[in-house]
């Protein structure tokens, strides 16, 4: 069973930029599928950004295409998410997920709700003014 941790979240001022991390305690497959989300009270996690472990393919919510970058340290087995000119509209809570359910790097970036992830982080807060 994966569990995951993030950590990097804080305050910042619009325009600034953030490194989140998420990092797996136990063993995960190189062939998984993870995701950054964001979640504000009252609204559904949303998802920002995917990739597919194996073929490092990446992809982004419109909102937030050109200032993110998921990307992953194979060697640490530590996915991140590099926000750059960071809005207030990008507050919120930030968790990870991950999942092995997917057969094709589209069928895994073409994962976007909150049910199509089993693993999940405990969340860290973004918050921009």
């Known amino acids: 069973h994966v569990q995951l941790v993030e950590s990097g979240g804080g305050s910042v001022q619009a325009g600034g930029s953030l490194r989140l991390s998420c990092a797996p305690s136990?063993?995960?497959?190189?062939?998984?599928?993870m995701g950054w989300f964001r979640q504000v009270p009252g609204k559904e996690r949303e998802k920002v950004a995917g990739?597919?472990?194996?073929?490092?393919?990446?992809n982004y919510a419109d909102a937030v295409k050109g200032r993110f970058t998921i990307s992953k340290d194979p060697a640490k087995k530590t996915l991140y998410l590099q926000m750059s000119d960071l809005k207030p509209e990008d507050t919120g809570e930030y968790y990870c997920?991950?999942?092995?359910?997917?057969?094709?790097?589209?069928?895994?970036?073409?994962?976007?709700?909150?049910?199509?992830?089993?693993?999940w982080g405990q969340g860290t807060q973004v918050t921009v003014s």
């Open positions: 997920a991950s999942d092995y359910r997917f057969d094709t790097s589209n069928s895994c970036l073409n994962k976007i709700k909150e049910t199509d992830f089993s693993a």
């Open positions: 136990g063993s995960i497959s190189s062939n998984h599928c």
């Open positions: 990739i597919v472990n194996s073929a490092g393919h990446t």
